[in-house]
């Protein structure tokens, strides 16, 4: 059986963006993980060991976001998804939302976002 975790609207405040005001101000993110997890037989026994702390992946999130300062939202939404492969052994694929909701664009929107995906195996590319 393959499980999904998925944590959506997670809000942050951070400083990334191309500009430097952004960078200096900050703003809010939002960040959508969908966490497919290693197959298991049955989640009927109830055992924790079978899944994820949905309250440990929100935590370690935010603490990567917040770890450095990201110019694009793919360079953050790589990071995230590379960090919480890298904590979270039954990941197997994962995949990261960021949106922001005050883009110095000059043209009424709602957001801006992007999604990136990876799994397991893509890590041993990564230094």
């Given at each position: ?36 997890l290693n197959p ?45 492969l890298r904590r ?40």
């Open positions: 059986m393959l499980t999904t975790i998925q944590i959506a609207g997670l809000q942050t405040f951070g400083y990334h963006g191309l500009f430097e005001e952004e960078r200096s101000l900050g703003q809010k993110f939002t960040f959508d993980i969908d966490a497919t298991a037989p049955t989640h009927r026994d109830d055992r924790l060991d079978a899944s994820i702390r949905y309250d440990a992946v929100v935590d370690a999130a935010v603490s990567l976001a917040s770890g450095m300062k990201y110019q694009t939202l793919e360079a953050l939404g790589e990071a995230v998804a590379i960090g919480l979270f052994a039954l990941i197997e694929t994962i995949t990261v939302g960021v949106s922001k909701f005050s883009p110095p664009i000059p043209h009424t929107l709602s957001k801006v976002g992007i999604a990136v995906r990876l799994a397991r195996s893509d890590l041993v590319d990564l230094p």
